[in-house]
């Protein structure tokens, strides 16, 4: 369980405010829930795995990034 000790207003999107009723200290699963909506509602989502071990991460030659995952599919090459 996180118990975070910062408060909201120190980490926040800035064209996505908190919801009016979040404490200034949000819980873990309130943190998560709010930025699960942000990345659902701007489509970032797709870039990212929650709950993922990366065994390993390799630059190449042409600026792409080999990943090696502990489960799931296993290399992924990413740009950028």
């Given at each position: 369980t996180l118990l975070p000790q910062t408060p909201k207003?120190?980490?926040?999107?800035?064209d996505e405010p908190w919801p009016k009723d979040t404490p200034n200290f949000p819980s873990g699963?309130?943190?998560?829930?709010?930025?699960e909506e942000y990345a659902n509602k701007h489509g970032l989502?797709?870039?990212?795995?929650?709950?993922?071990?990366?065994?390993?991460?390799?630059?190449?030659?042409?600026d792409t990034w080999t990943l090696m995952f502990k489960n799931g599919?296993?290399?992924?090459?990413?740009?950028?």
């Open positions: 207003h120190m980490y926040h999107f800035p699963k309130q943190i998560q829930d709010y930025m989502s797709k870039h990212f795995k929650c709950s993922t071990e990366v065994k390993s991460i390799t630059r190449n030659k042409d599919p296993s290399p992924q090459v990413f740009h950028g």
